[in-house]
């Protein structure tokens, strides 16, 4: 199949309508991967455990990533790919652009400036670049004393000419020159506590297994597209001559091989579509809620304010389907700030007084926290019971806790993924809620609905990454879908600037300025995706130079190295109003309830993507304050990422941004970061993949006749969620 251009890439291929709708016969050759995939069903099948350097602590960290077995790592394909095949000379060397290079260390020091690091001056016959590393210890000291030569790999900052490079990896050449890389490096979807290193390690030990998977989809090769085995090896070791012969094949740029996987992953969501909508959903037993109200009558003439006209419309349709025998099954929509809590305790309530408890869940115990102290304050004076399940609680009060659910005695338990717990028992689990659900995959998600003993219990999906219609329609199309589009009054826009880094000082006046005014400020650090290293430097680095700004304000720091307990307490304080300025990750992303913020800055806003930027943005504006967020930018700003700020400038509709998200196809992922765990798709993503669904849907539709072949695939990319893929 002929290359296709960039920009056309996406659309360039069809399979061909008109192909015949006959059984699947295996191939001589498809039939031979069958055999290999029984005889090497058990490899595949194994725990990650089985492999060298997995034990208890990884295997439970890759299981964030959704990694439980061998055969999960095949299809854990990288976000992007490195260049480790080449030197690069110095002087060639590109800001921005990482690379590898080699010179003799002619210099190193260790400097006491705002904070204690060792400089480096590594040069080569035509030019020099400086180095950098803020942690480093007595051997790496001396492994780069001058006159050793080094070869090192990194992002170069600066101009030409005075380049120098933070933290690049390095090793010393020595008499015998390390051999070059043959394949391009990966990037993969990485977790804290999971290297990149490791999980290059345990791909590599993976892919012998490769071909014990059958080719489910082998007419696929007829249309221009490799096969399976060709496609994963590609992907996960590509050639470097492959870099520059063949289209991108990224998570953000769609090449043949990813084109291969992902449309073999959405066809098997259709064929699980399909499956669901021709099973009677009236053979499940969900339990009848129909309380006559008190509870929420009694809730609502305690708050302050009263229930915005949507709010009101998306309780009442919650209640009906609350009082069917079939189980609710409803996607709540709402912007940040648009009051999806109050809709959840409303249903909740419901629930409560007919004598159902309900499962609350959040995806992370920040946002768990704030969830359990708001239904705490709005249910507990009416009676009803609330219970906080965490993943830190000590043995003796999780014990009580557990054996209070199981017994009924607790009608509202909060947590995060220790919900879903074999050992959480219910004893009559009526509703289940799932708060910023893409954050959960398939699999978490529905095992709180197999806890109903016997019965099913209703579900109520909520989010507040607004999804295109379009794409609404075609990743949710079996649920019920409803919006929340009408602030809470009280809620005053944002307002929202774009200033050049360049005018940094007056962005810091501007903050000595709201926090002397008794307000409170986050300052946010972008991500860097592939190194955790270097994203704690930059919040550090930051938070250093405005303490010595800013010696007049507490200022805290929060980052994705930082141990969960020991970042959490950071939020704790910014919360009670022990901290003025908070700098930060994007960890702050979701979860993080501060009224008393007025002020967000963003830190290289034109990294982002826009759904990123606009649930930052929502992080202020949840107080009676006038708030503004401040996106700083590095000029010159290209197309895109001029179209994404603008777009944030213009409007804080969530829905509007989210339209524009879905045109530009930026780099933020519409959905979520794959970084977070979601294994909603493990390849296929909504904002990029749109122009596959159609070709996805014939395929479906030829191979849903062979059930043994459709059963095949809706087991490889869905396993025991199959029942469930109507909120895949």
């Not at 016969?25 to 595949?44: H, K």
């Not at 010393?172 to 290059?200: D, F, K, N």
């Not at 953000?252 to 084109?259: D, H, N």
Request: hydrophobic share 40%; net charge positive.
């Amino acid at each position: 199949m002929p290359n296709p251009t960039p920009r056309a890439r996406r659309s360039a291929w069809r399979p061909c309508p008109r192909a015949p709708r006959s059984r699947w016969t295996p191939s001589p050759g498809v039939r031979a991967a069958d055999a290999a995939a029984r005889a090497g069903r058990m490899e595949l099948k194994a725990p990650l455990t089985t492999l060298k350097g997995v034990g208890p602590a990884v295997a439970e960290r890759l299981q964030r990533l959704g990694l439980a077995e061998v055969q999960d790592l095949l299809f854990h394909l990288p976000l992007r790919f490195e260049d480790r095949t080449r030197l690069t000379p110095i002087r060639a060397l590109r800001p921005g652009l990482s690379a590898l290079f080699e010179g003799c260390v002619t210099h190193s020091e260790v400097v006491h400036r705002r904070r204690r690091m060792l400089v480096v001056t590594l040069a080569d016959h035509q030019a020099q670049i400086l180095l950098r590393f803020f942690h480093f210890g007595a051997n790496q000291q001396r492994r780069l004393a001058p006159g050793v030569r080094v070869r090192a790999f990194g992002e170069p900052r600066g101009l030409p000419g005075a380049l120098e490079c933070v933290h690049p990896e390095v090793q010393a050449v020595g008499a015998t020159p390390p051999a070059m890389e043959t394949h391009l490096t990966p990037i993969y979807p990485a977790t804290e506590g999971v290297s990149q290193r490791l999980l290059r390690q345990l791909v590599a030990a993976a892919l012998p297994g490769l071909r014990g998977l059958p080719d489910l989809l082998p007419e696929l090769a007829a249309e221009g597209l490799p096969d399976l085995h060709t496609a994963l090896e590609r992907l996960h070791q590509p050639p470097a001559q492959a870099h520059t012969l063949e289209p991108a094949d990224t998570a953000a740029e769609r090449g043949p091989a990813r084109t291969r996987l992902a449309l073999e992953e959405l066809c098997a969501h259709q064929l699980a579509r399909v499956q669901q909508s021709r099973t009677p959903r009236n053979h499940c037993d969900a339990p009848v809620i129909q309380p006559p109200g008190k509870l929420w009558a009694q809730l609502l003439e305690q708050l302050p304010f009263s229930p915005t006209g949507a709010q009101s419309r998306v309780i009442a349709e919650i209640l009906a389907d609350l009082a069917r025998t079939t189980p609710m099954n409803r996607l709540v929509q709402g912007d940040v700030g648009s009051g999806k809590t109050l809709v959840a305790v409303a249903a909740a309530l419901a629930a409560a007084e007919a004598g159902y408890q309900v499962a609350f869940m959040a995806p992370t115990e920040l946002l768990a926290r704030q969830h359990g102290r708001n239904l705490a304050q709005w249910l507990e004076p009416l009676g009803v019971t609330v219970a906080w399940l965490g993943g830190r609680q000590g043995a003796a009060e999780r014990g009580q806790l557990l054996a209070a659910l199981a017994a009924g005695q607790r009608q509202v338990a909060i947590g995060t993924h220790a919900l879903f717990q074999d050992e959480v028992q219910f004893q009559r689990l009526g509703l289940a809620i799932i708060d910023e659900q893409h954050r959960f995959g398939v699999h978490q998600r529905m095992a709180l609905r197999d806890k109903g003993n016997g019965r099913m219990p209703h579900q109520l999906i909520m989010t507040a990454t607004p999804i295109p219609r379009t794409l609404a329609m075609a990743l949710y199309a079996e649920l019920a879908s409803s919006v929340i589009d009408e602030r809470p009054p009280g809620r005053t826009p944002v307002r929202t600037a774009l200033i050049s880094h360049e005018r940094r000082d007056e962005v810091i006046e501007r903050i000595r300025a709201a926090c002397g005014s008794g307000t409170q400020a986050y300052w946010v650090c972008p991500l860097v995706e592939d190194s955790e290293q270097l994203e704690a430097e930059s919040a550090e680095a930051t938070a250093e130079r405005l303490r010595e700004a800013l010696p007049e304000l507490t200022i805290g720091l929060a980052h994705g190295r930082m141990k969960g307990p020991e970042r959490d307490a950071v939020m704790e304080r910014f919360r009670a109003g022990g901290i003025d300025l908070l700098v930060a990750t994007t960890v702050i992303e979701v979860g993080v309830d501060v009224p008393n913020a007025s002020l967000m800055i963003i830190e290289n806003a034109e990294r982002m993507g826009l759904s990123q930027l606009h649930q930052l943005r929502g992080r202020v504006g949840r107080g009676a304050s006038a708030s503004a967020c401040v996106l700083l930018y590095r000029p010159p700003l290209g197309e895109t990422a001029r179209e994404r700020l603008e777009a944030m400038r213009r409007t804080d509709d969530g829905f509007e941004i989210a339209e524009v998200d879905l045109k530009l196809r930026g780099p933020g992922e519409l959905l979520g970061t794959r970084q977070t765990g979601d294994r909603s798709f493990r390849v296929a993503d909504w904002g990029r993949d749109q122009d596959l669904l159609d070709a996805a849907t014939r395929l479906a539709l030829r191979v849903e006749s062979d059930a043994p072949r459709a059963g095949a695939l809706i087991e490889r990319w869905l396993g025991s969620a199959t029942r469930y893929a109507t909120v895949g």
